[in-house]
């Protein structure tokens, strides 16, 4: 079956970039029927939906972070990526690379996640 | 954006327990809700979809209702393996999707 893996550092200064990659196994990113997504989980458990992109690369980013956000997909790789520029310490979380079956306008599900990368925000 | 609220943000309970956990929307979602479990230091694995559709390999003990605003997720007889967190995600609103807070059920 389908399996994510978010591969990237695990600390980041304040005012970088935050660079993260996932690479899908068990299934092709290409031939839709998905969207490829982003998720984040703060410290205090809530849930963020960052971002998707599909295979064919149009994006759709959370108004909340899209002047920072930025996802890129490399279909010979078999991988999608995550780059969130000017981080704060507001960014610490553990970042989620996940696929979402896009089934029709509003109904969708997150299945499979990644196991999850914690990223901190320090100097 | 459609605020999700979940109650209770945590419950204890035992072995063999019915626990029900309730999901409250901002604005009318239909049915366009999700269920999810996360175990401490693992993803969110997804148990339902659809509001009442449970996802392959989840064991029927975990149900799903509810329309509109009002949503539950009810585990009949409480498994040692349930005790986890428990997430809803509305989808009404895609590509905008947003989550409850979270409800963690530990053993009492």
């Known amino acids: 079956q389908v399996q994510l893996q978010e591969s990237g550092p695990g600390l980041v200064k304040p005012s970088q970039t935050l660079s993260l990659t996932c690479s899908v196994s068990?299934?092709?990113?290409?031939?839709?029927?998905?969207?490829w997504s982003w998720i984040r989980q703060h410290p205090g458990k809530a849930l963020e939906y960052i971002g998707h992109?599909?295979?064919?690369?149009?994006?759709y980013y959370n108004p909340s972070l899209k002047s920072r956000v930025t996802i890129s997909v490399d279909t010979s790789q078999n991988q999608f990526s995550l780059k969130l520029r000017s981080v704060t310490a507001a960014d610490t979380a553990v970042y989620y690379c996940?696929?979402?079956?896009?089934?029709?306008?509003?109904?969708?599900?997150?299945?499979?996640w990644g196991q999850g990368k914690p990223v901190t925000v320090s100097s | 954006d459609i605020q999700m609220t979940q109650s209770p943000s945590s419950l204890s309970a035992s072995v063999g327990d019915r626990v029900t956990i309730t999901c409250r929307a901002s604005?009318?979602?239909?049915?366009?809700l999700n269920w999810y479990q996360q175990k401490p230091g693992k993803a969110p694995k997804l148990l339902i979809y659809?509001?009442?559709t449970l996802q392959s390999g989840v064991p029927s003990r975990f149900s799903g209702s509810g329309s509109g605003t009002d949503f539950t997720l009810t585990i009949s007889g409480l498994q040692p393996e349930d005790f986890a967190t428990y997430f809803c995600?509305?989808?009404?609103?895609?590509?905008?999707?947003?989550f409850g807070g979270g409800t963690k059920v530990d053993i009492k």
């Open positions: 996940a696929r979402t079956r896009d089934y029709s306008n509003y109904i969708n599900w997150i299945d499979p």
């Open positions: 068990g299934g092709s990113i290409a031939g839709g029927g998905f969207f």
């Open positions: 992109i599909y295979d064919i690369g149009s994006t």
């Open positions: 604005q009318s979602i239909s049915t366009y």
């Open positions: 659809v509001a009442s």
């Open positions: 995600q509305q989808t009404y609103s895609t590509p905008l999707v947003t």
